[in-house]
């Protein structure tokens, strides 16, 4: 072999090496990303089913309920558009208020309610993430094109 033929073959196996790598990576991860989708997008399907996600949006003020055992409490998130019923065993974050953001971890179970493994809160008054604010804008943009429409009719 040249050593042209044997420098193209060390870069071209370290190429093919470096794919399997990154391949394996990815696979690796796959399981453990935690997607964010907001209570409309719950209900249009484009949440998984069966995989746990992320749930974001405001918490509707007065729909706080706390069970006998302490514990487990419901509660309701939306987007301005959509509702989505949470169910959270275990200790809520000293922030958690009514009103305010929040973003929830966990499965959708069959009966349609949320049913959330770890609830966070957000950190100051201002702080909303990024993908929560966004979502948000869009609910609100599409609440006032349907009472818009709605008006003209």
């Known amino acids: 072999m040249k050593p ?3 420098r193209f073959a060390f870069i071209v196996a370290g190429i093919a090496g470096l794919g399997i790598a990154v391949g ?8 453990n990303v935690n997607l964010y989708f907001t209570p409309t997008q719950v209900f249009n399907k484009d949440a998984p089913v069966g995989r746990s996600f992320r749930i974001g949006g405001l918490v509707v003020a ?3 309920k706390r069970e006998q055992d302490g514990l487990t409490v419901h ?3 939306t ?3 959509k509702t989505m019923p949470v169910v959270y065993k275990g200790i809520l974050p000293d922030l958690f ?4 953001g929040v973003v929830a971890e966990g499965k ?3 009966d349609g309610v949320f049913h959330a493994a770890q609830v966070l809160a957000k950190h100051d008054e201002n702080y909303m993430p990024p993908e929560a604010k966004e979502a ?4 609100k943009k599409a609440a006032a094109k349907a009472a818009a429409a709605a008006a003209t009719k």
């Open 136 to 139: 948000l804008d869009e609910a």
């Open 75 to 77: 509660f309701e998130v």
């Open 97 to 100: 208020k009514e009103g305010k």
């Open 4 to 6: 042209r033929q044997k």
């Open 108 to 110: 959708l179970g069959d």
């Open 62 to 64: 007065n729909s706080l």
């Open 79 to 81: 987007d301005t558009a």
């Open 24 to 31: 394996l990576v990815l696979y690796a991860l796959k399981d």
